[in-house]
């Protein structure tokens, strides 16, 4: 069997991506930095450094999905690319 490098096109961003809409979703909840860290098991310190640095440090999936309940958002949801209004 032949082996080949296939191209495939990563959103080097992504972190980036996942820590804005982890904020917009926030917010459109209504929810509070330091409600959403109680709600997860975190510390506000820690959501408040991953949206201050837009997610430089990243996030463990099991934090994502338990955000994703707690906001009543799909997961997937944090994944949409960041569109800014003009």
Known sequence: MTRFKREFNFNENIIETIAYNVIKYRKIS??????????????PEYI????????????????????????????EKFFESIVIDQ
């Not at 330091?34 to 098991?41: M, P, T």
């Not at 201050?52 to 999936?61: D, I, P, V």
């Open 30 to 43: 209504g929810i509070t930095q330091e409600q959403l860290a109680l709600d997860i098991g975190k510390s």
């Open 48 to 75: 408040r450094k991953f949206e201050s640095t837009k997610g430089s440090e990243g996030m463990a999936l099991l934090t994502l999905y338990k955000i994703s309940i707690v906001l009543d958002v799909s997961i």
